[in-house]
């Protein structure tokens, strides 16, 4: 049964789509994790019933679940996509309102982590809900089957374990925990809606105590901690030695546990310990006595404002173990780091680590090979594949290589050796997996990836599902390239249509990427094979704008001749995107600032990531948008009127321009929609493994349409009384001290392009002839002293400076 489960989940065909999706959903308990689960549900759309006990207070029975949904509302970083998403939460109690839940199609349980009061749920539960309702509980590691005992066989069937990690919205891992009973329809029902509508990485962990992520990421945080309790480094050397070095995140592992909170981290271990009998490394879990110290003391972490951490002034302090007092963070004593390039791959980071001498390369071989072979040991008592231990350290712990991705990037004989070197343990399935320097956890061929499975004692395929788009893959494949440049290529994705990748640094919009962009488009468009082509990378962001380094040089030089052919460039090749013959889909992600906004925003049928983070960024370096962005909006105000008269133009207008002026940055594509970035009709897709599918897909759906380019048309602005009437506005942020008056000399520049440059009284101008407005703001701004000063301090800190 089991084995069924875990094939039905795992596979990705044409019949996972015939799955409808979830309407409507009832989450039980408005503590952080419920209310936010709540929040992402909304997200997508869902009716969400947000339940919790009732209040004490008789004249407002639902006050627990009300005031959960207000505290998710404040909470940073924000669990909604937009302000109006969390009108589709609906608040009750357990007493008055239990009788909703007959009416959703899944039910999930998140109330305190106590067997009793959980099972006594489910029985409530069980004679509410409808015979169809799907129901989850989002336990962390209580076991699944003992939740739902002594509920029916039909109950049993369609229950399973949901275990979001938080924060739900922003870490990608959803584990999915069936017991004996479930029924693998059920499961694969959970993984399709999981994965596609709420945008999440699906594994499937077995009934053990803390699943897969929470059973080796904690091992690892209690290791880590240790070596300060009981070692010879301080915090600060610890947290330098687990985070981003060695592909972690920058919260390391102390900053980690402060967020975490340190009351729930104390739980964890405790719960583990006992959990867990078995376990021949059972002691790891013993909580070092400074964290049962701190939590004694009330100091949880960042909710009490002090943990290992503390925050006094502009100063983090740490703590001292002996008197709990906060110290000054001390120099780093790994003089040795200063031999490891972090501008260099993970890869070859983590092999200079393992090869290094003195204290930092002691600690990391030490506390690896310790964590590699405990995660080797786990198999098959949590999974019985390691790309499953390694998917759920990546998605729910942030890792950007999971255990035994790092042992074959160390080198699989390499590092067995040096485990039996120091006595070690290792499970019997590691010494038959042992072939010489050809061994690894992972291999590729031409049949696709496949992983070593040891249950099985052979290497198993591990495909990626099939709506989704690797560029890696594909660059792998020489007979993909179709064209490549400098900074950027021109790939076959298949069923006719290309993709242009960027691949400059930190994707930014050198003269190479437009050049290139432009050439791309000639070749689409000249060619009967193609229908259309996709811009989109795999980048860690989609492109944070023009590279600004190029700009700085050229003006350094006194070449504003160069900076004019550049942005009149930059222009065109923002009007093709718009203008082909063919479609040209943007598939956006992460961060897209300044240029890549205007990129997007050129694009007719844009495709973003739910996580997309949009904005014209361009006056923090003194400028504007001046590659279509100011004229795009400036259409789109007039656009959004019913009758185009001017004062209907004007609020769409200031609401953009304030926008813009303000450098405001979405915090989601549905916020970006909202602020005019993104259009009504744009493909958010939420997991953004899926975009360069989608994309494709719809570049195919538009040319079987028979695609026709937009006409262009002229846009209405308002000329100068809109432009005073701005003007008005900007001063009243400089009066009060919300923008420095170099700000406000940049937000009147912006004004001037804009509502049309000079024209005394509204009228119908074109896109060239705003464009050509955009050219000239942005060569007067880019000759300003200040606006250098903002370059510089840009390139040096990666900070605004507001001079």
């Known amino acids: 049964m089991e084995e069924t489960v875990q094939q039905e989940a795992h596979a990705v065909s044409d019949s996972a789509y015939a799955f409808a999706p979830f309407k409507r959903a009832a989450v039980l308990g408005a503590g952080t994790m419920g209310a936010q689960i709540a929040a992402h549900l909304a997200n997508v759309g869902l009716h969400v019933d947000l339940l919790d006990i009732p209040g004490k207070d008789s004249d407002d029975p639902d006050e627990i679940a009300r005031a959960g949904l207000s505290r998710a509302k404040k909470i940073r970083p924000n669990p909604f996509f937009t302000t109006s998403a969390a009108d589709r939460i609906f608040i009750g109690n357990f007493e008055q309102d239990f009788d909703r839940l007959r009416d959703a199609d899944w039910v999930l349980e998140a109330v305190v982590e106590r067997m009793d009061i959980k099972r006594s749920l489910m029985e409530r539960v069980e004679a509410a809900v409808g015979e169809n309702t799907i129901v989850s509980t989002n336990t962390s590691g209580l076991s699944i089957a003992e939740i739902a005992s002594g509920r029916s066989e039909a109950f049993r069937r369609r229950f399973l374990g949901t275990h979001f990690f938080n924060p739900p919205r922003y870490l990608k891992l959803l584990e999915l925990v069936p017991s004996a009973d479930t029924d693998p329809e059920v499961v694969a029902r959970m993984a399709h809606f999981g994965r596609v509508h709420l945008g999440k990485g699906i594994v499937i962990a077995r009934d053990t105590p803390y699943f897969i992520g929470n059973r080796i990421g904690v091992y690892a945080m209690l290791q880590a901690m240790r070596e300060f309790t009981d070692g010879e480094f301080s915090i600060e050397e610890i947290d330098a030695l687990t985070g981003t070095l060695v592909g972690r995140p920058r919260s390391a592992t102390f900053r980690t546990a402060d967020v975490v909170g340190l009351d729930v981290m104390l739980n964890v271990a405790d719960n583990l310990f006992e959990a867990v009998p078995d376990d021949e490394s059972r002691e790891a879990f013993v909580a070092p006595d ?100 390694d998917r759920a350290m990546r998605w729910g712990f942030g890792w950007e290589l999971g255990p035994f991705q790092i042992w074959d990037a160390l080198g699989f004989e390499r590092v067995k050796d040096a485990m039996e070197e120091r006595g070690i343990a290792l499970p019997s399935w590691i010494d038959s997996m042992s072939q010489g320097d050809k061994a690894a956890f992972y291999s590729k061929s031409h049949v696709g990836s496949t992983v070593y499975v040891p249950v099985h004692g052979r290497y198993e395929a591990d495909p990626a599902p099939a709506d989704t788009i690797d560029v890696a893959t594909l660059k792998a494949e020489p007979e993909r390239d179709i064209w490549s440049a400098e900074d950027c290529a021109l790939l076959d994705i298949g069923d006719g249509v ?104 050129a694009s007719t049928h844009p495709v973003a990531a739910a996580e997309s983070y949009i904005g014209l960024v361009e006056l923090g370096v003194g400028l504007i948008p001046a590659a279509s962005g100011s004229t795009r909006l400036a259409a789109l105000a007039a656009r959004r009127t019913p009758n185009g008269h001017p004062s209907e133009i004007q609020p ?54 028979g695609y026709y380019p937009p006409p262009r048309r002229t846009v209405k602005v308002l000329g100068e009384p809109t432009q005073a009437a701005l003007a008005v ?64 301090h840009m390139l040096k800190t990666k900070q605004p400076l507001r001079n």
């Open 290 to 389: 400074l964290l049962r110290r701190l939590v004694e003391h009330g100091r949880l972490g960042q909710k009490s404002g002090a943990g290992f951490y503390r925050k006094e002034g502009k100063e983090i302090k740490s703590v001292d173990p002996g008197s709990l007092e906060y110290r000054s963070p001390e120099s780093l004593r790994l003089p040795e780091l200063e031999t490891i390039d972090e501008s260099a791959g993970l890869q070859d980071r983590l092999r200079k680590l393992f090869d290094l001498e003195g204290r930092a390369g002691d600690f990391f071989r030490r506390t690896t090979l310790d964590l590699l072979a405990y995660s080797a040991r786990r198999i098959p008592e949590i999974t019985d594949s390691p790309a499953d231990i």
């Open 498 to 601: 290309a993709l242009f990748e960027f691949r400059s640094k930190a994707n930014t919009l050198g003269r190479a990427v437009i050049e290139g962009l432009i050439e791309a488009i000639d070749r689409i468009e000249a060619d009967r094979a193609w229908r259309g082509m996709v811009i989109g990378n795999d980048g860690k962001n989609f492109s944070v704008g023009a590279n600004l380094f190029e700009l700085a040089s050229a003006v350094r030089q006194g070449s504003i001749e160069i900076v004019d052919g550049y942005l009149r460039m930059f222009q065109t090749a923002m009007q093709r995107v718009r203008y082909a013959a063919k479609p040209v889909v943007v598939a956006a992600h992460q961060r897209v600032l300044g240029g890549g906004c205007e990129l997007l925003m």
């Open 652 to 705: 769409w207008l200031r609401k953009f321009f304030e926008t813009v002026a303000m450098s405001t940055v979405s915090t989601s594509a549905r916020e970006a929609q909202e602020l005019g970035f993104l259009p009504p009709h744009a493909r958010i897709v939420m997991n953004d493994d899926r975009r360069l599918f989608v994309a494709r897909e719809l570049v195919r759906q538009l040319s079987n349409e």
């Open 729 to 792: 506005m900007v001063q009243q942020y400089v009066e009060g001290r919300f923008i420095s008056e170099y700000d406000a000399f940049l937000a009147n520049r912006l004004a001037f392009v804009m509502t049309g440059g000079e024209l005394t009284a509204p009228q119908e101008v074109s896109e060239e002839y705003l464009l050509e407005l955009e050219r000239q703001v942005f060569l007067e701004l880019v000759q300003q002293p200040k606006t250098q000063a903002r370059i510089e």
